[in-house]
C-alpha cells in the first residue's frame, strides 16, 4: 500500500523558516514524480513545487521560486520542503503527493489530477 506522510508544519512569525517532511511507504519511492501542494481556506490545491525522479529536476511555483527548496533522501525514502522568508500567504494545508507517470516537467503547470497518492496533509500558519 502506498502511503505518504507528512510532517514539519506548525505557526511561524514572517519571515520565519520551516522544513516540511514527507516520508513515503509501499513504493519504490525514487520510480515516481513528488510533488508538493497547498490548500488555503476557500481556495483551490495548487501546486507549490515538484521533483522528477527520471533526471532529479526540481520546479517551483512562481509565488515560492527563491524561498522553497524541494529535495530528497532516497535512502529514507523522504522528500523535504524547506520553506525560508514565509509570508502570510503561503498560511495552507501542505500535502504532498506522488504520481508514476511524468508529471514534473514545469513550475507552472501541475497535473493535480494525475497524481494518484497523497498525504494527510500539515497545515502551516505564518502570522503577521
Known amino acids: 500500500e502506498v502511503q505518504l506522510v507528512e510532517s514539519g508544519g506548525g505557526l511561524v512569525q514572517a519571515g520565519g523558516s520551516l522544513r516540511l517532511s514527507c516520508a513515503a511507504s509501499?513504493?519504490?519511492?525514487?520510480?515516481?514524480?513528488i510533488g508538493w501542494f497547498r490548500q488555503a481556506p476557500g481556495k483551490e490545491r495548487e501546486g507549490v513545487s515538484c521533483?522528477?525522479?527520471?533526471?532529479?529536476?526540481?520546479y517551483y511555483s512562481d509565488s515560492v521560486k527563491g524561498r522553497f527548496t524541494i529535495s530528497t533522501d532516497n535512502a529514507k525514502n523522504t522528500v523535504y520542503l524547506q520553506m525560508n522568508s514565509l509570508k502570510p500567504e503561503d498560511t495552507a494545508v501542505y500535502y504532498c503527493?506522488?504520481?508514476?507517470?511524468?508529471?514534473?516537467?514545469?513550475?507552472?503547470?501541475?497535473?493535480?489530477?494525475?497524481?494518484?497518492?497523497w498525504g494527510q496533509g500539515t497545515q502551516v500558519t505564518v502570522s503577521s
Open positions: 509501499g513504493f519504490t519511492f525514487d520510480d515516481y514524480d
Open positions: 503527493a506522488a504520481s508514476d507517470v511524468t508529471v514534473c516537467y514545469s513550475g507552472t503547470y501541475y497535473p493535480i489530477y494525475d497524481y494518484d497518492s
Open positions: 521533483i522528477s525522479t527520471e533526471d532529479g529536476s526540481t
